[in-house]
């Protein structure tokens, strides 16, 4: 029914000119690869006579089709619900949206939700930002077959906040989201309530989405392997699942909360006559004060809470918020294709970084009345680095892209593969670092440490070892034994494109046609130094191989949210990154952060209450399931 091109991961492999031969020397890689397609298939979960839920609904998962562009409708797939038990307002239909409806749930209420999956396929559904048990987390292995249905139980215990439900079936989390599958679910609580807000009327859901559609008004999905490398993009920019939209607006305070709902956009949203953004929430609910912005960098999965004041505005004006102009999100390599006229991204008439409308808000009445911005929103339970468990040994996310293969601390995503480093124990906060590893994260691996003869003492802790990666992939260059571990890395990712052409010494040419720039021999890159250091050691800009490939991806960890402790960015991508940094608030809970290109983050993550398996990995959904993702075991 859908015209999407679903490549099984060995397909895609196999397609791509990479021979699985390629692997063979890479143990562990190949390993992990082979154990991609075993996920288990677990009995749904029933409902428990002993849970008593104050709400109750049927979730449903199902086919559709509504209009979106003038003409035919256009077929989707879409959450449908059915309040059984509850306050009314717990379910509210977005009319003639694709969206699934407004779920809003209070802290402290008991809550059961039914899933009945109408789809032809099977699905899943995780309560994103929810910190709920891991058998209610909505992971991969408790996806349910057609026509089953999946009972979840749990007690809301998150804060006042804005969160997500979406799909997150193995390997087709960003179809199904991009087929419509998505909703926003907020949390209410006292210490919210008691601020009056702007609530009602006075308080709209913009959830923003890219999509692309054909002469048929039918959405099109990724068309080949570019679209998954870079992340796929629309050229149209729908909200709350309608194009060119308007809200009308009286002349006062506002409460907007923005969720980027894209499987791989990312947006910096600004006023188009230069008013700064108000601030007062973000992924994990309100900040302790307000911020003030002159834009925002929105991700997807990240979430924002808007206070936008429409007061004084005379009647007939209005004000639209854009996407306003950055660069360094995607890899050089892409933009090089695209200068190319390679790729679809030639095409797009919306090329992220660029300067497009997102929404508009008209004034069509004048009133004189508005709330007032509280100096004092929240108290936040803010974590010190005296009560992390693990202060000199941040658990490492170690993000790597290759031409091939984006995988996360090395490995793709495989069931039952938890290394040491991924297990966690329960009730502890952790201090975790997230990183650019490159190249299959031979940067940090056992091999390649060996190989250039330095362990740097700051390396996150025992990551990714036994990858056997850089063995495999060596290329005998003489050049590369010199590098830093950034460079390293990148030997990794080279190794994967010289599979597909190789031999060539100082691979000029070779591979996709941008090898000439991931030359070096360069001196300085000796003794690159340790962890990030090995970008640092690439010194010579944004030529260096590490910079070809690095792109922005917006790194998500399931459970509780975490507190954003540094950021960090090489000297190389620092003109990239000024056009960005100004966007970031680090002055709340997130459970996504954007990890741009030579960027490091460190984050301090709480691991409370329950066992099991939670998620990590990329929110750019084609990145997701291609494998950047990997379980914490929580035991
Ligand atoms: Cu919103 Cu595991 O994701
Ligand atoms: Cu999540
Ligand atoms: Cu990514």
């Known amino acids: 029914m859908f015209n999407h091109k679903n490549y099984s991961r060995r397909r895609f492999l196999a397609q791509s000119g990479l021979g699985l031969a390629a692997f063979a020397a890479m143990p562990g890689f190949l390993r992990a690869m082979e154990g991609m397609n075993v996920m288990p298939k677990l009995a749904p979960n029933k409902a428990s006579p002993n849970f008593k839920p104050d709400v109750e609904f049927d979730l449903f998962s199902r086919s559709s089709s509504v209009s979106i562009l003038p003409g ?151 068309r080949g392997m570019h679209d998954r490398m870079t992340g796929f993009y629309g050229d149209r920019i729908l909200v709350n699942g309608a194009p060119d939209f308007k809200i009308d607006v009286a002349s006062r305070a506002y409460r907007l909360r923005v969720l980027n709902g894209s499987t791989a956009r990312i947006y910096k949203l600004g006023w188009d ?80 970084g660029s300067d497009y409308p997102i929404f ?60 040491d480093f991924e297990r966690i124990k329960v009730n502890t906060i952790q201090l975790m670092e997230i990183f650019h590893a490159h190249g299959g994260s031979g940067g940090h691996g056992k091999e390649s440490a060996q190989a250039n003869g330095e362990h740097g003492a700051e390396k996150p802790s025992g990551g990714m070892e036994g990858m056997g990666m850089m063995g495999g992939m060596k ?45 070096h ?40 949210q975490f507190q954003i402790v540094s950021r960090s960015v090489s000297a190389d991508a620092e003109a990239d990154y000024a056009t960005v940094r100004e966007g970031f608030i680090e002055s709340g809970l997130k459970d996504v952060v954007l990890v741009m290109p030579g960027e490091k983050v460190r984050i301090i993550k709480p691991f409370q209450d329950f066992k099991g398996l939670f998620m990590y990995h990329c929110h750019n959904l084609e990145h997701e399931d291609m494998g950047m993702m990997r379980d914490f075991l929580v035991e």
Do not use: C
């Open 72 to 222: 035919q409708q256009t077929m989707v797939q879409q959450y449908a619900a059915l309040l059984k038990k509850g306050p009314k307002d717990t379910i509210t239909d977005i009319t003639g949206s694709y969206l699934g409806p407004i779920i809003r749930l209070q802290k402290g209420q008991k809550v059961r939700i039914n899933l009945h999956n109408k789809l032809a396929e099977p699905t899943v559904t995780h309560w994103h930002g929810l910190h709920v048990p891991a058998n209610m987390d909505g992971h991969p292995m408790y996806a349910i077959d057609p026509g089953e249905t999946l009972v979840y139980e749990f007690e809301v215990l998150n804060r006042a906040g804005m969160n997500i439900y979406h799909p997150h079936p193995h390997e087709a989390t960003a179809k199904q989201v991009y087929n419509g599958l998505a909703g926003a679910l907020f949390v209410h609580d006292e210490e919210e309530a008691k601020l009056e807000l702007p609530s009602g009327e006075f308080e709209i859901p913009i959830v923003i989405q890219d999509r692309l559609f054909d002469e048929l008004n039918q959405l099109v999905y990724v």
């Open 273 to 352: 006559d230069g008013t700064p953004i108000t601030v007062i929430g973000v992924d994990g609910g309100l900040l302790e004060k307000p911020e003030v912005k002159p834009y925002v960098m929105l991700a997807p999965g990240e979430r924002l809470d808007v206070w936008a004041d429409f007061s004084g505005r005379n009647e007939g004006s209005q004000l639209v918020m854009r996407s306003l102009p950055f660069s360094g999100v995607l890899p050089k390599m892409a933009e090089r294709m695209m200068g190319g006229g390679m790729g679809m991204m030639h095409h797009n008439k919306i090329p992220v």
């Open 360 to 419: 508009t808000a008209r004034v069509t009445k004048k009133v004189s009345d508005s709330p007032k911005l509280p100096s004092q929103l929240s108290t936040i339970n803010w974590h010190p680095i005296s009560a992390v468990a693990n202060p000199d040994k941040p658990v490492p996310i170690g993000i790597s892209e290759g031409p091939m293969a984006m995988l996360l601390n090395g490995r793709p995503y495989a069931y039952n593969d938890i290394q």
């Open 475 to 519: 290329h005998g260059d003489g050049d590369q034994k010199g590098g830093g571990q950034g460079m390293m890395g990148m030997g990794g990712g080279m190794g994967m494109m010289g599979g597909m052409k190789h031999g060539d010494d100082d691979q000029k040419g070779g591979g996709m046609g941008i090898m000439g720039d991931m030359k």
């Open 521 to 560: 021999g360069d001196g300085d890159q000796k003794g690159g130094g340790q962890g990030m250091g090995g970008m640092k050691g690439m010194g010579g800009g944004m030529g260096g191989m590490g910079m070809m490939m690095s792109m922005a991806h917006p790194i998500h960890l399931h459970g509780q």
